[in-house]
């Protein structure tokens, strides 16, 4: 579950899917298509939708509310920073953000909105790029890291995070949980959203734990417009297990940015890990 018809064409960890999630992956996506072919110029002119979806301040202001208590007087780094939707304003609270970001286009959108001396940006896979100096704060949003599309390159993601905290520094990683428990034997798919116009699928790999999002829009005519976009999906447990191969313990998870408990019925997850403080046990 991945993308938000409140959105531009899926939504926050309580709404749980957005029909564009940020770039910042690498490898081989659906039908061979590279992740920064599909983050092209025209997913980032649609990418923002000011004042309602994933921009909506009821999602966007918990968000920056709960990320700048985190960083406190340190620096934050941004995983597929995309746009800018969560930097700027992060940024404008007074928190020092770089960002990384694979697709260009996306970065071309954010430079239309603040300079290269307000959040600077390093182009590359956030798997693997190195951004200059340290930081008390990174974090990766709206089920981003499920762009990468195999177990190793989402253990480097977690590797790659930890190479750039200080000791104490926190990862924060926004996800969706599988939705496995609506599919019943023999069926291979879930529509997470239906209203007028619009239709969003999952379908689902459940031996590579594979799942790609379909978004069917369409008008009162014949045809409808199809956008897909694939993923890995990754049970909480696991993502806590990829924590731990790169150093981190789990410090809370929340059901979504405004800290409500994560129950079994949580549809998605905002998750926090932090590295030890020198000489503390784990």
Same mark, same amino acid.
């Given at each position: 579950?991945?993308?938000?018809?409140?959105?531009?064409?899926?939504?926050?960890?309580?709404?749980?899917?957005?029909?564009?999630?940020?770039?910042?992956?690498?490898?081989?996506?659906?039908?061979?298509? +590279? +992740?920064?072919?599909?983050?092209?110029?025209?997913?980032?002119?649609?990418?923002?939708?000011?004042?309602?979806?994933?921009?909506?301040?009821?999602?966007?202001?918990?968000?920056?509310?709960?990320?700048?208590?985190?960083?406190?007087?340190?620096?934050?780094?941004?995983?597929?920073?995309?746009?800018?939707?969560?930097?700027? #304003?992060?940024?404008?609270?007074? /928190?020092?953000?770089?960002?990384?970001?694979?697709?260009?286009?996306? /970065?071309? +959108?954010?430079?239309?909105?603040?300079?290269?001396?307000?959040?600077?940006?390093?182009?590359?896979?956030?798997?693997?790029?190195?951004?200059?100096?340290? =930081?008390?704060?990174?974090?990766? /949003?709206?089920?981003?890291? %499920?762009?990468?599309?195999?177990?190793?390159?989402?253990?480097?993601?977690?590797?790659?995070?930890?190479?750039?905290?200080? #000791?104490?520094?926190?990862?924060?990683?926004?996800?969706?949980?599988?939705?496995?428990?609506?599919?019943?034997?023999?069926?291979?798919?879930?529509?997470?959203?239906?209203?007028?116009?619009?239709?969003?699928?999952?379908?689902?790999?459940?031996?590579?734990?594979?799942?790609?999002?379909?978004?069917?829009?369409?008008?009162?005519?014949?045809?409808?417009?199809?956008?897909?976009? #694939?993923?890995?999906?990754?049970?909480?447990?696991?993502?806590?297990?990829?924590?731990?191969?790169?150093?981190?313990?789990?410090?809370?998870? =929340?059901?979504?940015?405004?800290?409500?408990?994560?129950?079994?019925?949580?549809? %998605?997850?905002? %998750?926090?890990?932090?590295?030890?403080?020198?000489?503390? %046990?784990?």
């Amino acid at each position: 579950m991945l993308l938000d018809e409140t959105s531009a064409v899926k939504g926050s960890a309580g709404s749980g899917r957005k029909w564009l999630d940020n770039a910042g992956a690498r490898g081989p996506t659906f039908a061979g298509m +590279q +992740q920064d072919e599909i983050w092209d110029d025209d997913a980032a002119q649609r990418y923002d939708t000011p004042g309602t979806g994933m921009f909506a301040p009821e999602v966007l202001t918990p968000t920056v509310d709960l990320l700048a208590g985190l960083a406190g007087d340190g620096r934050a780094l941004e995983f597929a920073i995309g746009t800018g939707r969560v930097a700027i #304003p992060l940024a404008a609270r007074g /928190v020092p953000v770089t960002g990384i970001e694979l697709a260009r286009p996306m /970065v071309g +959108q954010l430079r239309r909105k603040v300079d290269e001396e307000t959040i600077p940006v390093i182009l590359g896979d956030m798997a693997t790029a190195v951004a200059p100096g340290s =930081y008390a704060l990174v974090y990766l /949003v709206y089920n981003t890291i %499920s762009n990468l599309l195999t177990q190793a390159e989402q253990v480097d993601c977690f590797r790659n995070a930890a190479r750039h905290l200080t #000791p104490g520094g926190r990862f924060v990683v926004e996800l969706w949980v599988p939705e496995l428990r609506k599919l019943p034997p023999g069926q291979a798919a879930t529509v997470w959203h239906c209203e007028p116009a619009y239709i969003g699928l999952d379908t689902y790999d459940v031996v590579h734990q594979q799942v790609v999002s379909h978004h069917f829009r369409f008008d009162e005519g014949r045809q409808a417009q199809l956008y897909r976009t #694939p993923h890995r999906y990754i049970w909480p447990a696991e993502l806590d297990l990829m924590g731990q191969l790169a150093g981190f313990e789990l410090e809370a998870r =929340y059901a979504d940015w405004t800290g409500a408990e994560f129950t079994a019925d949580s549809r %998605s997850h905002v %998750s926090v890990y932090r590295l030890p403080l020198p000489g503390t %046990s784990r």
